[in-house]
């Protein structure tokens, strides 16, 4: 059974960091790309980052030069490094797999390019 598991969220203060996980079961995540989203209360979910099969890494404005994604095959897991985190960064994080034909490259970061969802894990940037 194909299944994603996100964790590390967390209670953290304006400016501090976070690592999110994405831990694979099922399969093995060499040969796939992962998006990670994230969902804020009563807002659609929207996508932050995506890396390859290939390790390039894709990021929306709002979170470049504060967010690193990577991978570890061995560990079967992607990371969503998250610094520098702002209140409008608070939402639950979820990260899925790529549902088109080519699912070693990122598609365009939208929900509807994506499935297999984690449960989530939720960040909250509060003082």
């Known amino acids: 059974q194909v299944q994603l598991v996100e964790s590390g969220g967390g209670l953290v203060e304006p400016g501090g960091s976070l690592r999110l996980s994405c831990t694979a079961s099922g399969f093995t995540l060499d040969n796939w790309s992962i998006g990670w989203f994230r969902q804020a209360p009563g807002k659609e979910r929207e996508g932050v980052s995506c890396?390859?099969?290939?390790?390039?890494?894709y990021y929306v404005d709002s979170v470049k030069g504060r967010f690193t994604i990577s991978r570890d095959n061995a560990k079967n897991t992607v990371y969503l490094q998250a610094n520098s985190l702002k209140p409008e960064d608070t939402a639950v994080y979820y990260c899925?797999?790529?549902?088109?034909?080519?699912?070693?490259?990122?598609?365009?970061?939208?929900?509807?390019?994506?499935?297999?969802w984690g449960q989530g894990t939720q960040v909250t940037v509060s003082s």
């Open positions: 890396i390859t099969a290939y390790n390039e890494g």
């Open positions: 899925g797999t790529p549902v088109g034909r080519f699912p070693y490259l990122c598609p365009h970061l939208e929900s509807s390019e994506y499935g297999s």
